[in-house]
């Protein structure tokens, strides 16, 4: 139980379009998604906390415009990376729980490649 | 703000060896402490937790880890190890209350790497 997934794996766009990536939480419902971002040899990065239906909180330094989370249901977020340029280029996390909100269910991530 | 360190990037061990994976923490308030493996090509999987009570916990696979309150800090240990515990390790911690709860912060992750 507990499966989150990610949609695509991975992606390769080029500069200045967008990029929608999905995460689904597969068997349970997830009243909170997070967002994390992980560049190479580095830490994973929180980008985003969102709540089912209400707007996303960001992390200082984030860029909310660029940056576009919605959780429009308890099984859905999505991030679209708008006007995407090369140094987005990276991996792209999602993470939900359920009631137990300490309890991180991590999906296998999204390698976002812009050129 | 909270702040992880992990102190190894890179642990190489051979099979059956011993291994501790350090780990401190900043912050002044009541945490939850997490420990996450990933192996490769794979995603993140809960290794063990701690939230209260005993201060040494263990998790999956024969890990444990033990909180040291005064020293702000939660190791990681496995008495023998196995090639199949090659991946990468990180440790985490959140607020255990407040409105940051729930919100993880990573530590820089450890590579251990067993030869058989």
């Known amino acids: 139980g507990a499966v989150v997934s990610q949609h695509p794996s991975w992606v390769i766009c080029k500069s200045g379009t967008s990029v929608k990536i999905e995460c689904r939480s597969l068997?349970?419902?997830?009243?909170?998604m997070f967002w994390y971002r992980q560049f190479p040899k580095q830490s994973l990065m929180l980008m985003a906390t969102?709540?089912?239906?209400?707007?996303?909180?960001?992390e200082q330094g984030v860029e909310k415009d660029k940056f576009l989370i919605n959780h429009a249901s308890l099984t859905l977020s999505t991030l679209t990376v708008t006007s995407a340029h090369p140094e987005d280029s990276s991996f792209y996390i999602c993470?939900?729980?359920?009631?137990?909100?300490?309890?991180?269910?991590f999906g296998p991530g999204t390698r976002l490649t812009v050129t | 703000a909270q702040s992880v360190s992990q102190h190894n990037h890179h642990v190489i061990l051979s099979e059956a060896a011993s291994l501790e994976l350090g780990c401190n923490y900043s912050?002044?308030?009541?945490?939850?402490l997490f420990w996450y493996v990933q192996y490769p090509g794979q995603h993140l999987q809960l290794l063990l937790k701690?939230?209260?009570?005993?201060?040494l916990v263990k998790g999956i696979k024969g890990f444990e880890a033990e909180f040291i309150k005064s020293k702000f800090s939660f190791n990681l240990r496995k008495p023998s190890v196995q090639w199949s515990d090659t991946a990468e390790y990180f440790c985490?911690?959140?607020?255990?209350?407040?409105?940051?709860?729930?919100?993880?912060?990573f530590g820089q992750g450890t590579i251990l790497t067993v030869h058989p």
């Open positions: 068997d349970f419902q997830a009243t909170t």
């Open positions: 701690y939230f209260s009570g005993d201060p």
């Open positions: 912050y002044g308030g009541t945490v939850n």
């Open positions: 993470s939900a729980t359920g009631t137990v909100t300490y309890e991180q269910y």
């Open positions: 985490a911690v959140n607020d255990a209350g407040g409105t940051s709860y729930g919100k993880l912060t």
């Open positions: 969102s709540n089912e239906g209400s707007k996303a909180t960001y």
